[in-house]
């Protein structure tokens, strides 16, 4: 249900809304396509207790974005639907946590002051009768209720990526940027299993730290995103003696 009002909002925006089980319309939304975040996926994968590769292949398909070649996960049909809502609702994903408001990231500003700036939007769908209620929020407040800043946080700098210019993406570089942004269990083993330590140069402490934080892996895989697209060069790389 894809009824964008296309009026940028603010956090000091309201709205009115509420989504209960007496409603009519309870469980007809989680139908769409739902693009997942990389912490979307970490979260969920946790709780369903499988790894990311098994829940990427159970559970996601491989979206292509025609503007940017970039690969997404995304959840097709949703299967964690069920007559008492979803199941997972503890650990939901970032789209299904804001509707019904939208997230945007874009870059403001003109010549050399740019900057990236998080905007919002409403979505309004006729059948979603949750609108008609009475409950009003400002969008500040719907975050801090759907629990939204930790997911702002975690997702922000994937975001920025995305809208960053880059170099044209060839079938090979996808695969790698699917696999660090989504396959959290595989980039593990890429990272530790493979020679990238013999070659990318990572000091005791942050070796460490990735390899026992799976939050920290992720945002190590941020930074690796940006190495490989050539947005940063932000990694050492050890002289081959
Ligand atoms: S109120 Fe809207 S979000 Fe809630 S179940 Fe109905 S259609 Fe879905
Ligand atoms: S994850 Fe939950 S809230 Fe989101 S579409 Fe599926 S059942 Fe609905």
């Not at 083993?189 to 730290?209: Q, W």
Request: overall charge negative.
């Amino acid at each position: 249900m894809e009824h964008f009002d296309t009026t940028k909002r603010t956090l000091d925006s309201r709205f009115k809304f509420r989504c209960h089980k007496d409603l009519e319309c309870f469980n007809t939304c989680c139908e769409g396509e739902i693009i997942l975040t990389p912490y979307d996926v970490l979260r969920i994968k946790n709780r369903l207790g499988i790894s990311s590769g098994e829940f990427l292949s159970k559970y996601t398909s491989i979206h292509l974005d025609k503007s940017s070649s970039l690969p997404y996960a995304v959840i097709r049909k949703c299967p964690f639907v069920t007559p008492e809502g979803c199941s997972i609702y503890e650990d939901r994903p970032t789209t299904c946590r804001y509707y019904p408001v939208a997230q945007a990231t874009g870059i403001v500003g003109e010549g050399g002051v740019k900057r990236i700036e998080e905007f919002y939007f409403f979505i309004k769908d006729p059948k979603c009768l949750g609108h008609n209620e009475d409950k009003e929020w400002t969008i500040r407040e719907w975050k801090i209720d759907q629990g939204l800043d930790v997911y702002d946080e975690m997702n922000r700098e994937w975001k920025k990526i995305q809208l960053c210019k880059r170099q044209e993406i060839d079938s090979k570089k996808q695969s790698l940027i699917y696999m660090v942004s989504y396959d959290i269990d595989n980039f593990r083993r890429f990272v530790f299993e493979s020679k990238f330590l013999d070659i990318v140069d990572l000091d005791d402490e942050e070796i460490e730290r990735i390899k026992n934080d799976e939050v920290a892996l992720m945002k190590f895989g941020f930074e690796y995103l940006k190495y490989i697209l050539k947005l940063e060069d932000n990694l050492k790389i050890k002289s081959k003696n």
